[in-house]
């Protein structure tokens, strides 16, 4: 599959923006919570990874299309490692769903 120069940035471009506000939501909380803030700082992580799980299915969705169309070697570099990123995201945000709902219990 060619792709553009010009298309390769906006597609890079328009993922920094997606992935900036969740992450800046979950190290916003985090580091609140390590301060002891009382205005709850872990629903911003809950939020965020809300927003990561979200946009971790749509994004492995649209991978999963793209490798039906082109195969794994016709994508470009960039979309194979954003494909593994967003794998890897939708993994850790489930699990971390999983807890945070008591399905699976931490000791």
């Not at 923006?17 to 979950?26: A, K, N, V």
């Not at 990561?52 to 490798?67: E, N, P, Y």
Request: net charge neutral.
């Amino acid at each position: 599959m060619h792709i553009t120069k010009r298309r390769m940035w906006l597609e890079l471009e328009i993922n920094g923006l997606c992935l900036g506000f969740p992450l800046f939501l979950i190290i916003d909380g985090s580091v609140a919570l390590a301060q002891n803030d009382p205005f709850h700082p872990d629903v911003f992580i809950l939020f965020g990874l809300v927003i990561m799980g979200v946009l971790s299915l749509i994004m492995t969705g649209l991978t999963i299309s793209r490798l039906r169309a082109h195969g794994w070697q016709g994508l470009s570099h960039y979309q194979q490692g954003l494909a593994i990123f967003y794998l890897i995201w939708l993994i850790i945000g489930g699990l971390t769903w999983l807890v945070s709902l008591g399905i699976i219990p931490i000791k």
